[in-house]
């Protein structure tokens, strides 16, 4: 009798406290304008008019932006799945500060159509694509497990350098008024599954 009336109050109580201790085993969705500094959240939202600055964080889910934010800087701070940034007005910094530590995207890391982009010393799951940009643009010491992409590029000037890829490489379709620097990029002698497993 006594293992029944335990079922039952478990059985009562389950719908109250079930809601509770999930909420709370979950980081917050953020929608970003501002710094946030050592800090986990789980979905990042970036929308117009924004300046987000985000380090030495990590980031469960996804990052996107939304409108046309004004800046985004994401560094030293490992994000659990894609990284899909359009339409950045002033400018774009993924990576590393200053090159010194090795963030992670769980999938994805596409920019497009922003201006001013450094992406650095990223490992990232499945592609690297940098398309229909402005400004300024580098692409460095990255590694990316599937296709690396730099395409259709309108800028200053560009570097590409010194980067891993175990799909494709492509920097093609782009135009550059100062200096165009492609070189020592890599390609890995391994599929993309065996790359990400190699970590």
Request: with cysteine; proline share 4%.
């Amino acid at each position: 009798m006594k293992q029944l009336v335990v079922f039952f109050l478990i059985g009562a109580l389950t719908p109250v406290l079930g809601p509770v201790l999930s909420a709370q085993a979950l980081p917050p969705d953020l929608v970003c304008n501002g710094s946030y500094h050592h800090r986990t959240f789980r979905h990042v939202v970036i929308p117009d008019d924004a300046r987000c600055v985000i380090t030495d964080s990590r980031i469960t889910g996804n990052v996107r932006t939304t409108g046309a934010p004004t800046v985004v800087s994401i560094t030293d701070t490992h994000i659990g799945r894609n990284i899909h940034v359009r339409n950045v007005v002033q400018r774009v910094t993924i990576g590393a500060a200053g090159c010194r530590v090795d963030p992670v995207a769980g999938r994805n890391l596409m920019v497009r159509n922003s201006r001013n982009v450094a992406i650095c010393e990223m490992s990232i799951a499945n592609n690297l694509v940098v398309r229909n940009n402005r400004g300024t643009l580098m692409v460095r010491d990255n590694k990316a497990c599937n296709n690396l992409r730099v395409v259709r590029n309108d800028v200053r000037s560009m570097r590409v350098v010194r980067n891993s890829y175990a799909g494709n490489f492509s920097v093609a379709r782009n135009t550059w008024v100062d200096r165009r620097i492609v070189r020592d990029n890599v390609g890995l002698r391994q599929n993309p599954s065996a790359c990400r497993r190699a970590g």
